[in-house]
């Protein structure tokens, strides 16, 4: 592990310490003796002539020695201080990469996710009970297209509802008309997805909105793609109304950040997030910032990689690759991890 690097220069460093310390303490203890030895030595007078030559030795080895001492700490320092500085890099290009890789991962997950939904209300507008409750939007029709959304709802159960809108803007039927009473009659003329999808110019085409809260829909987080509904169903078709499908955002997005592999040690200090095009907080791990929070992203327009923040942290981040014919929306994956202590050896 890369931690071990740092966790060996760390240790290198104290043993280090620790016997230099200890040598130079050898070094002043045998230097005092010397010293004590030739006061005894001229005591001594002539007699202790020779042994005051040898106490004289004994203090310059100790000086000798000191030196070396010194020559090794000032050399072993820098080395260390390079190997911490190695290993910390290693760490965060190891940690880095791997969190750009998951953060890859995620919005790969959420783009596959989404591409189905683009399908989802393309063909939905298809369906004759759809195209006859827009065409000619009576209380039967209305009431066979909102059984036939319940249908629907029953077999899919990512989304919170369906709507139907006529031309207008105005709602006619929705799939779950007992759960959303207020859904039947909403105006919706003044919603981009709405005029988006009626402006599309063909049935291959939709509309989709950035992740909102819905106040017809017990303000249930959803991302809504919408697509027109036209003359018999056929894809050049004059548009009649607009389908509008309503993904169930916060369950859906959620169990994805959760998803993502950690240790639990890593849990602790990590947050996995997607962001929108523009970098708010559309996911989070403990749901932390949703739809509220600005994240600092700084992709610097590469679409995968890492970087460490101010605060230390390892920021990884992939942007939407899409998938298959959903080109995505400009969204992100991103986690951060706080710096974790280093592991004991």
Same mark, same amino acid.
């Given at each position: 592990m890369p931690e071990r690097v740092v966790t060996l220069a760390g240790q290198v460093s104290r043993n280090a310490n620790d016997k230099v310390e200890r040598i130079n303490a050898v070094t002043g203890r045998i230097k005092m003796l010397a010293?004590?030895?030739?006061?005894e030595a001229a005591h001594a007078g002539e007699q202790g002539r020779g042994f005051a030559v040898v106490a004289k030795e004994v203090g310059s080895i100790s000086d000798e020695i000191k030196q070396l001492s010194d020559a090794l700490s000032n050399e072993l320092a820098p080395q260390i201080a390079a190997l911490d500085g190695l290993g910390h890099q290693l760490v965060r290009q190891v940690r880095g990469g791997r969190l750009a890789d998951q953060s890859l991962n995620m919005i790969d997950m959420i783009d596959r996710n989404l591409y189905e939904r683009s399908c989802d209300v393309r063909w939905w507008a298809t369906d004759s009970a759809i195209v006859e409750a827009c065409a000619d939007p009576n209380t039967t029709t209305c009431a066979y297209a909102s059984k036939r959304?319940?249908?629907i709802l029953d077999s899919y159960t990512v989304y919170v509802d369906l709507w139907i809108a006529d031309r207008d803007g105005r709602v006619i039927a929705n799939g779950r008309p007992s759960r959303y009473p207020n859904a039947i009659g909403t105006d919706v003329s003044g919603e981009p997805w709405f005029n988006n999808a009626l402006r599309t110019a063909t049935g291959d085409d939709y509309s989709v909105d950035d992740v909102t809260t819905n106040a017809n829909l017990d303000s249930a987080h959803v991302a809504t793609y919408a697509t027109a509904v036209r003359v018999g169903g056929e894809s050049r078709g004059a548009a009649l109304g607009v389908l509008s499908i309503f993904f169930d955002w916060g369950?859906?997005? %959620?169990a994805i950040v959760d998803?993502?592999?950690?240790t639990e040690e890593e849990r602790d200090v990590t947050r996995c997030m997607l962001l929108d095009s523009s970098h708010r907080v559309i996911a989070s791990t403990g749901g932390r910032g949703v739809l509220?929070? %600005? *994240?600092?992203?700084?992709?610097? %327009?590469?679409?995968?990689g890492y970087y460490t923040d101010r605060n230390n942290n390892v920021?990884?981040?992939a942007r939407t690759p899409g998938y298959?014919? *959903?080109?995505g929306l400009g969204w992100y994956g991103v986690i951060e991890q706080r710096p974790r202590s280093s592991p004991s050896s």
């Open positions: 010293l004590n030895a030739l006061i959304l319940g249908v369950p859906q997005a %959620q998803s993502v592999r950690l509220s929070e %600005q *994240y600092p992203l700084q992709a610097d %327009q590469v679409s995968i920021v990884g981040y298959e014919t *959903y080109a």
